[in-house]
């Protein structure tokens, strides 16, 4: 019973309506994304992994130029030891940036609890 009761929260999690992760699952907003989050958490995720894709393409360098080593898979806990990129004087073009905004605030929620 406890396996189906998972399958039933992920489904419920992922492909409701409404946004029952949050602590307050009544409020779905998402500034940069209006109404993404109330779609549920795989809505919410493929809008995260295209913002991603968007800021690749604007602010990192060509896919050609990535390394065999930084393309290489890592464990979490290698990942979760790496220097963090920080961004300490934004230009203007990335402060109106909807992608930069929506993907800096899912760290703060959504995505990464």
């Not at 993404?36 to 992994?49: D, K, P, S, T, V």
């Not at 690749?56 to 806990?77: F, I, K, M, N, V």
Request: glycine share 6%; charged share 25%; aromatic share 10%.
């Amino acid at each position: 019973a406890n396996e189906r009761e998972g399958d039933n929260m992920h489904g419920t999690v992922m492909y409701s309506h409404g946004c029952p992760w949050r602590t307050d699952p009544s409020n779905c907003s998402t500034p940069e994304r209006p109404g993404a989050a109330w779609l549920g958490l795989h809505a919410l995720m493929r809008h995260f992994y295209a913002a991603v894709e968007d800021i690749l393409s604007d602010y990192g360098p060509p896919p050609t130029e990535y390394s065999d080593q930084w393309r290489r898979e890592r464990d979490s806990a290698e990942v979760a030891s790496m220097d963090a990129w920080e961004l300490t004087e934004p230009s203007a073009k990335m402060q109106r940036d909807r992608n930069l905004r929506f993907v800096l605030a899912s760290f703060d929620g959504d995505l990464f609890q």
